[in-house]
Every structure is written in structure tokens, then in C-alpha cells.
């Protein structure tokens, strides 16, 4: 058997990650309507368009044809951003 440097092992051990990860097919996202985005999260598909357009919700497409990716439904509450909007209630009552 031949013997390899650990340097050179680590290299080709990340060599061969690197060809697997490049070769694997990216994870498909999940798509949603501003319909059922709205009835996800129990609002009017109005009150959607608006987080949409404001740029508070990620969107792709246009017009008619808007679809809201699931990371940008997680993105937008996530703990962070929720602690923020908490925040924000909490400054505007005083």
C-alpha cells in the first residue's frame, strides 16, 4: 500500500468531496402563490402583495406569475426578524 502525507491525503479526500458536490443536482426549492402564501400565514393575499412589493418578502416572476420561494417565507420569520418586529411594538406603545 502506499503511503501518503496526511497533507496530501487531506487534499485528496477534499478533491474527491469537491467532484461529488459539483455532480450532485441542486436541492429543488418549494414555490408558493400569494394565495397560498396568505392563507399560510392567515392574511389577505393584499397584505402579501404588499410585503412583495415593499421588498420585506422575496419574490420571483412578475405580474400574474409571483411566487414566493419557501426560503423567503422562513428568511422573513426568522427568529432575528421577529424579535425586531417585537421590538418595534414594544417602542411605538411607549
Do not use: C, W
Not at 404588499?50 to 409571483?66: D, F, M, P
Amino acid at each position: 500500500m502506499l503511503a501518503l502525507s496526511s497533507e496530501v491525503q487531506t487534499y485528496i479526500d477534499q478533491s474527491v468531496a469537491n467532484a461529488i458536490a459539483r455532480r450532485l443536482p441542486a436541492p429543488r426549492e418549494t414555490y408558493f402563490t400569494v394565495r397560498e402564501v396568505a392563507a399560510t400565514i392567515h392574511v389577505h393575499p393584499d397584505t402579501v402583495l404588499r410585503l412583495i412589493h415593499s421588498g420585506a418578502l422575496r419574490s420571483v416572476g412578475a405580474g400574474k406569475l409571483l411566487r414566493v420561494p419557501q426560503s423567503a417565507i422562513d428568511d422573513y420569520f426568522s427568529p432575528r426578524r421577529a424579535a425586531k418586529i417585537v421590538q418595534g411594538a414594544r417602542h411605538a406603545a411607549a
